[in-house]
């Protein structure tokens, strides 16, 4: 079982900057691929920044040169961070931390929202 808090969504104007944080405790060994989704009003939920166990990161082409993953690793927890550079009204969305199992069983935080005012 793993457990995932997220925090760090709100408002901000357009070219602004915001930085998610979500921490995840539990089973975090077992733990392949961490990141981020996003699920914006009327559309599906589709992939932001994930980092793998080599530290490999993918992300979207909508948020590359924006938007950077980093991961942090504690004794009983691991923490990833997104920080989101020049904020566009289309990032609009609530944003999922993601904690995926080497069985592909995925994880969700509850979300957090993060609104762009142009």
């Known amino acids: 079982q793993v457990h995932l808090v997220e925090s760090g969504g709100g408002l901000v104007q357009a070219g602004k900057s915001l930085r998610l944080s979500c921490v995840a405790s539990?089973?975090?060994?077992?733990?392949?691929?961490m990141g981020w989704y996003r699920q914006a009003p009327g559309q599906q939920r589709e992939l932001v920044a994930t980092?793998?166990?080599?530290?490999?990161?993918?992300?979207a082409d909508t948020v590359k040169g924006r938007f950077t993953l980093s991961r942090d690793n504690a004794e009983n927890t691991v923490s990833v961070y997104l920080q989101m550079n020049s904020l566009k009204p289309e990032d609009l969305a609530v944003y999922y931390c993601?904690?995926?199992?080497?069985?592909?069983?995925?994880?969700w935080g509850q979300g957090t929202q993060v609104t762009v005012s142009s």
């Open positions: 993601v904690a995926k199992m080497p069985n592909n069983y995925a994880y």
């Open positions: 539990g089973s975090i060994r077992l733990i392949n691929i």
């Open positions: 980092m793998d166990l080599s530290g490999t990161i993918n992300y």
